[in-house]
């Protein structure tokens, strides 16, 4: 890679997390919709349980509504895992002396997202943690006119000192001054 040129990878919906909840609510959701329409139909489609007994008013009808809602996330997660939503990277370039964050979104005329920042509009490279219930702990870029823009993919939050090291990094990179938010 170019000294003058960072390119930063950007993982997107394809993650082990969105893989496992998808399977996850497609064997739930079909599991309920089952039990729901055996109840209904008083023929035993789910061959490890017997959901013939339930009552259908409101049993079958409330194990219907959770089966249906859960295959519909389901599918959402899995449109997302298929077209890869978030993943991009992040180009920081010297040479044209530009930011550019590039990521995909939902299909359409938008799909591809590009943010491009002059480097002489970045006032400095921004940390925020948070913990808590919801840590988060993201790295901005801080431009001049108060905007913060964040650089970090949406994840698991990664350890501090990792944290600190790319933003140190980031900035070193760039030239510019390191701030806590």
């Known amino acids: 890679m170019n000294k003058d040129i960072r390119q930063d990878k950007i993982v997107g919906s394809r993650r082990f997390s969105n893989y496992f909840w998808t399977f996850f609510l497609f064997v739930g959701g079909t599991s ?10 008083k023929i035993n489609l789910l061959p490890f349980a017997n959901p013939v007994e339930l009552v259908f008013i409101p049993q079958g009808v409330v194990m219907m509504f959770y089966g249906t809602l859960s295959l519909s996330i389901g599918i959402y997660t899995l449109l997302t895992v298929i077209w890869d939503i978030g993943s991009g990277y992040n180009e ?6 530009l930011v550019k964050i590039v990521r995909k979104g939902f299909p359409g005329k938008n799909r591809e997202i590009l943010l491009t920042y002059p480097l002489n509009n970045i006032q400095a490279i921004g940390i925020k943690i948070s913990d808590g219930l919801n840590p988060k702990r993201i790295i901005y870029l801080c431009l001049k006119d108060e905007r913060k ?33």
Do not use: C, M, R
């Open 92 to 97: 920081y370039n010297k040479i044209e002396n």
């Open 32 to 41: 309920f919709l089952l039990a729901g329409l055996s109840s209904y139909l």
């Open 149 to 181: 823009i964040p650089l970090t993919p949406v994840e698991q939050p990664s350890s501090i000192s990792n944290l600190e090291e790319n933003a140190a990094d980031l900035a070193k990179f760039l030239e510019l001054k390191l701030e806590n938010l």
